[in-house]
């Protein structure tokens, strides 16, 4: 195993040294991932959404472990595991909303996939060097908010209820981002920093998406019948 991968990282200000519980509230935080996971297979199995549904609650349940990891023993290897899980979920939820609130077909899916994270990745990689230095890396999660934002109002605008939950959690995400952004620059003033709010937001943004997932990500647009457009449970 390459030796450097296993130096430490200290990317955070709440972080005072390699020591393995040197970041307590940025690694307690996690639990908001946790919870929304459980709060997401809680609801997907009381709605009867199916395997889909709650597969992405478990992927946010490990998105919270992954990074709790990382947060408590933060090094290049661990990293990783911080990185993939959200990485999944954020793909995932994508062919989901695709495939469940927009009752794409599998070709029409894959195409739309595709194209989306094409364009969000050239997007993405065009982001001058200096903004990406100057906003902690947080370019990197551009795709996920363009997924959020534009994925979302379609979804939206075709006038399915889940379309407004990811408006939504585009918003949440972008107060996020914000507090990822200056957890670096506000240590003198705040020496437990920001990033924990980061956590805290994307654990709040995961459990508002898997409500939606659960509420209405049923196959087929079976959501729309059993609670209409306007998201109100309609007369039996």
Request: hydrophobic share 55%; net charge neutral.
């Amino acid at each position: 195993m390459n030796a450097s991968l296993l130096e430490a990282i200290d990317n955070y200000c709440e972080r005072t040294g390699p020591e393995l519980w040197s970041e307590p509230l940025n690694a307690l935080t996690n639990l908001a991932f946790i919870a929304a996971g459980v709060w997401g297979l809680v609801l997907a199995r009381r709605h009867g959404t199916g395997r889909f549904a709650e597969v992405l609650a478990w992927m946010a349940i490990l998105v919270g472990l992954g990074s709790g990891l990382f947060h408590t023993w933060a090094n290049g290897l661990t990293k990783w595991g911080d990185i993939i899980p959200i990485a999944l979920f954020v793909f995932t939820y994508t062919l989901f909303a695709l495939r469940r609130y927009l009752d794409l077909g599998r070709g029409t899916t894959a195409i739309a996939f595709i194209a989306f994270y094409a364009v969000a990745g050239f997007i993405t990689w065009m982001v001058p060097q200096w903004l990406v230095v100057a906003t902690n890396g947080s370019t990197g999660y551009l795709p996920a908010l363009l997924a959020l934002v534009a994925l979302g109002g379609w979804i939206a605008w075709s006038g399915h209820p889940a379309g407004r939950y990811m408006v939504a959690g585009g918003a949440i995400f972008i107060v996020a981002v914000a507090c990822r952004i200056v957890d670096m620059r506000v240590c003198d003033a705040l020496p437990i920093g920001t990033h924990f709010l980061w956590h805290t937001l994307n654990g709040l943004l995961l459990g508002v998406l898997l409500t939606a997932a659960a509420r209405y990500g049923h196959p087929s647009g079976d959501a729309v019948a059993a609670f209409g457009r306007d998201g109100v449970r309609q007369p039996a």
